[in-house]
């Protein structure tokens, strides 16, 4: 029996002054399921989840709920049909009480006065239904995102929602904390609520959702069920070229460039001892499988996991690295995969999370900070990576994914690096982000930085690597250098990773 659809949206446009958001935009969303909604940012997604929530109103066009026209003038209007929003942003009163939050709209009162007994009963019930633990009387500003997730769903669900729009909802999560938003989401389908999923994270979609529809420039390119869909071909939908035209020519490295950074036998616990060479202006590409020793390997040639045994020389002088400030200080830099837990100080300004890490070099007589040369240095790296908005005093948290991973990389940029290794250095941003990291990558390489690249995309790694190794079980088992006509062979490295010759090419996961 095929499900009716509980949203049509009939040529429906929309345009902001200059700018078409949406262009002739028909659309059904099945009752019952999930519908994710992807494209670049611009593309035209968020905006499409606004007009049916009811912020936005087309200028032409129908919306229809349950097969009866709507004309929304305000999300309460959408409301009352059983339509809410999850968005990127935490929409909670953080000084109130979970209880109070779950409920806001809905409270029960007699003569004015709140029914408390009334009030846990029926939040009581919300949470037996979904099965979370939360206390009704903690201060919804002390939980963890994950568990403030869970607010906006019971707060959804106690408002009678049967569509729910998420717009970027892991955006602001841990990767532990999406797993447990993830499962959420598929409760929420199971006990009969319809979602619209709106995402730039495609291995979520493809996990999550039923259908999927691409988008891009504000028009539809195409909807499909997701079981014929994959990253590949998502992404060359939403860019309208293929994926390797996503990378940045690449430009040979020089054949007598010198070596900048060596290993010599080097042992740490979880590693076996290995040597390794990295040349001015290479991009090395580390790749390998879940456990296989990647990211141990990177932190202990920053200097954040104590080495057993072996040497470590940049440009042909030993150098101990017993802490990160020692790394540092000898121009090994490191981008660490989690720019939430291990990068950035979400709460603090751009400013500041720019220039902590280089005090010294901005710090005048007097161990007073030289705010012209702080504010000139950070005006060009915010410049050069093209930060949107380019505000020194906002703080982090404010920005988009693909802004805050630009600011992780210019915090390592405020002086440029010998060595730079960077990790997952597109985990969590959208596929215009990932062009212009890709840019920066190449760009530092052309001005002669040794490059490190660790990523469980593969393509990543054949799309902008020199040359590559890959690590299994602490080891590096194999190295690779590009083929003639320049690139690696993604499934020899694949094959090196597995261990076998039967391994087949695909992403490789860290």
């Not at 968020?46 to 200028?59: A, H, Q, W, Y």
């Not at 017993?322 to 603090?348: C, N, W, Y």
Request: with cysteine; net charge negative; proline share 3%.
């Amino acid at each position: 029996m095929t499900p009716s659809p509980l949203v049509e949206v009939r040529n429906v446009s929309l345009s902001f002054v200059a700018v078409q958001a949406l262009q002739d935009i028909n659309l059904s969303i099945n009752q019952g399921g999930i519908h994710a909604l992807v494209g670049e940012n611009g593309a035209g997604k968020s905006t499409l989840g606004k007009v049916i929530s009811g912020i936005e109103r087309p200028d032409t066009g129908q919306l229809l709920i349950n097969g009866e026209e709507r004309h929304y003038t305000h999300p309460r209007d959408a409301l009352r049909d059983g339509i809410t929003t999850i968005t990127q942003e935490i929409a909670l009163l953080n000084n109130q009480s979970v209880l109070y939050n779950v409920l806001l709209g809905q409270e029960i009162c007699r003569a004015g006065v709140l029914q408390r007994r009334q009030m846990l009963a029926e939040f009581e019930r919300l949470v037996e239904m979904t099965g979370f633990e939360l206390d009704p009387d903690e201060t919804v500003g002390r939980l963890h995102m994950a568990d403030q997730r869970k607010v906006e769903v019971l707060q959804a669900i106690a408002r009678d929602s049967r569509l729910i729009i998420m717009d970027e909802p892991t955006a602001m999560l841990a990767d532990d904390e999406t797993r447990v938003f993830l499962e959420i989401v598929r409760s929420l389908q199971r006990s009969g609520h319809t979602i619209i999923y709106i995402s730039h994270f495609l291995e979520e979609v493809l996990a999550l959702a039923d259908v999927v529809t691409v988008m891009r420039n504000g028009f539809i390119v195409r909807t499909a069920p997701t079981a014929e869909e994959t990253t590949h071909s998502l992404v060359e939908a939403m860019l309208g070229r293929s994926m390797l035209e996503m990378y940045p020519a690449r430009r040979p490295a020089k054949a007598d460039a010198a070596v900048v950074f060596e290993v010599r036998g080097l042992q740490a616990p979880g590693l076996g001892q290995m040597d390794l060479q990295l040349r001015a202006g290479e991009i090395t590409g580390l790749a390998g499988l879940v456990g296989s020793g990647r990211s141990r390997l990177a932190w202990t040639l920053f200097g954040a996991l104590e080495k057993e045994a072996g040497e470590i020389l940049v440009r042909g002088e030993a150098v101990q690295l017993h802490s990160t400030m020692d790394a540092i200080r000898a121009g090994v830099f490191m981008l660490p995969e989690s720019r939430k837990e291990q990068g950035l100080l979400l709460k603090q300004s751009i400013r500041n999370n720019l220039s902590l890490p280089h005090m010294s070099r901005i710090v005048g007589r007097g161990g007073i900070i030289s705010q012209a040369r702080e504010k000139a240095r950070i005006g060009q790296l915010l410049g050069m990576l093209n930060v949107v908005p380019p505000e020194p005093r906002l703080s982090v948290n404010r920005l988009s994914g693909g802004n805050q991973q630009k600011v992780l990389f210019g915090k390592w940029l405020f002086h440029q690096p010998t060595v730079f290794i960077v990790d997952e250095p597109t985990r969590g941003v959208d596929i215009g982000a990932k062009r212009a990291i890709y840019e920066l990558v190449a760009e530092l390489a052309d001005q002669g930085v040794a490059i490190l690249l660790i990523s469980s995309e593969i393509e990543e790694i054949v799309g902008l690597a020199h040359r590559a190794l890959v690590m299994r079980l602490g080891n590096i088992v194999a190295s690779f250098e590009a083929e003639d006509d320049g690139q690696l062979d993604e499934k020899e490295i694949m094959r090196a990773a597995f261990g076998t010759q039967e391994a087949e090419a695909g992403g490789v996961r860290t």
